[in-house]
């Protein structure tokens, strides 16, 4: 657990003591959810901000009529969460799911952010983590919306694609498979396989499962 928390950015530039010493003060709990269970469920209210210590988290929204869409994935070492509580939103409006067998780690958002009576350093520079983690999760959800916006099947899939080649590096992974790339995307499944094979039949794109490559 010592290299999955110093790699969350909650615990950028701090010794392992020094992360030890500020879990003994937050107020922490473990739990443990298998696959396909819900962490949190729309509507929860929820007081926490967690840390994924194992396995894959998504972020879900579900229309009325059960339509999904996936808002984000989470990999070991990212936070969830700490936008409700930091924004107080009394009821979680998505849903946390867990998609492999998942580890988390609990922490009591108000001691988070409520410097402790010693005033500490390291509890300060939590404090600015935690405000610069907040800043980077409006980008990324900004990148999403131009991406889910975009007015065509063609144009979403190419946005997603060139996204994810600068941020990866091309060729790359994708973290999805074909139904939560859909589900990413808003877009139908078939539809959406159907585009990758046009885009692969003009040269554009080639991928085999999860591997893409993207051509100029």
């Not at 990148?143 to 060139?162: D, F, W």
């Not at 990413?184 to 159907?194: E, F, G, I, K, P």
Request: aromatic share 6%.
């Amino acid at each position: 657990m010592d290299e999955i928390l110093m790699s969350c950015p909650l615990f950028a530039n701090m010794e392992p003591d020094e992360i030890t010493g500020l879990l003994k003060c937050l107020g922490v709990e473990k739990k443990k959810f298998s696959k396909n269970r819900m962490v949190f469920t729309a509507g929860d209210e929820i007081q926490s901000v967690g840390i994924l210590l194992e396995g894959k988290l998504q972020i879900l929204k579900e229309d009325f009529w059960g339509n999904r869409m996936i808002l984000a994935q989470l990999e070991p070492g990212e936070l969830f969460g700490e936008a409700f509580v930091c924004g107080r939103i009394k009821e979680l409006p998505v849903t946390i799911l867990a998609a492999d067998d998942s580890r988390i780690l609990l922490l009591d958002y108000a001691r988070v952010i409520t410097s402790c009576p010693a005033s500490c350093e390291h509890h300060s520079r939590l404090i600015r983590n935690m405000v610069q983690i907040l800043a980077r999760k409006t980008i990324e959800m900004n990148r999403k919306i131009e991406i889910v916006t975009q007015r065509t099947i063609r144009e979403k899939v190419l946005a997603y694609l060139s996204g994810q080649a600068l941020q990866r590096g091309n060729p790359f992974d994708l973290p999805f498979n074909r139904q939560e790339m859909a589900d990413y995307l808003a877009v139908d499944r078939s539809a959406l396989s159907n585009e990758l094979g046009k885009l692969q039949k003009e040269g554009r794109i080639r991928f085999q499962r999860n591997h893409f490559q993207i051509y100029t």
